[in-house]
């Protein structure tokens, strides 16, 4: 597609349940970015890849999340036994990423994540 | 650390006023990346603009200018003669300007813009 996709859409779940939220970048973008935007915290940095390689991970929340991505394209992000503080709109964004080059950030929709 | 700050929370004006959204950004490196970013209602995040911290002219994109103050860390935001389409809320955000050409935004908490007709 034209620009970068996220499903579901909308995900409601059970305290403790696990959740897989996907992310598909634009077609050719290198980098992929999560981040989590919520009412008390705005919007913040998760994680990025490279590749299929991540970098750098302190920016994940705690243990119970987790993120790949293969193939150079489509990434998931998983949390374990979600929590009520879990819940929030999950942002994914594509970018070129060209070495050396400052490049710009496309998001998608989100993934809009309720814990009951 | 990175920081930025958009001390407006929230800005409600007439239609056709002009309106100026403040970004004053914090960081120890010397080269960086200033974006603005949109989120309307729909939620999905536009971008805006970009700029790069050695680049400090203003640039104008129809009833959109920027305005990049290196000395005093600003880089604001003027929509003139606004519209009610232009109610969201916008985002100002900082990236670091490394080697690999990819890296997390560092984002301020947004002012909320109401357009009244």
């Known amino acids: 597609g034209a620009g970068v996709s996220q499903s579901p859409s909308n995900k409601v779940t059970e305290k403790g349940k696990d959740v897989e939220l996907r992310c598909d970048p634009i077609s050719g973008h290198t980098a992929l970015y999560w981040y989590r935007q919520s009412l008390g915290q705005g919007l913040e940095f998760l994680i990025y890849?490279?590749?299929?390689?991540?970098?750098?991970k302190s920016g994940l929340p705690s243990d119970r999340f987790s993120a790949e991505r293969t193939g150079g394209s489509v990434s998931t992000l998983t949390i374990q036994r979600t929590q009520q503080e879990d819940s929030a709109v999950y942002l994914c964004?594509?970018?070129?990423?060209?070495?050396?080059?400052?490049?710009?950030?496309?998001f998608g929709p989100g993934t809009r994540l309720t814990v009951l | 650390a990175q920081k930025v700050t958009q001390a407006q929370t929230e800005i409600s004006v007439v239609e056709k006023e002009d309106v100026t959204l403040d970004c004053v950004y914090e960081?120890?490196?010397?080269?960086?990346?200033l974006f603005w970013y949109k989120q309307p209602p729909s939620g999905e995040l536009v971008f805006l603009i970009r700029?790069?911290?050695?680049?400090?002219q203003n640039e104008i994109s129809g009833r959109y200018s920027w305005n990049f103050q290196k000395s005093t860390s600003s880089f604001n935001f003027t929509i003139t003669a606004s519209q009610v389409v232009d109610s969201a809320v916008y985002f100002c955000?900082?990236?670091?300007?490394?080697?690999?050409?990819?890296?997390?935004?560092?984002f301020g908490k947004g002012t909320h813009l109401i357009i009244q007709p």
């Open positions: 700029r790069n911290s050695f680049d400090e």
């Open positions: 960081t120890r490196d010397t080269t960086y990346y």
């Open positions: 955000a900082l990236r670091r300007n490394e080697g690999g050409g990819a890296d997390g935004l560092t």
């Open positions: 964004a594509s970018s070129l990423a060209l070495r050396g080059v400052s490049d710009t950030q496309y």
């Open positions: 890849f490279q590749g299929n390689s991540a970098p750098d």
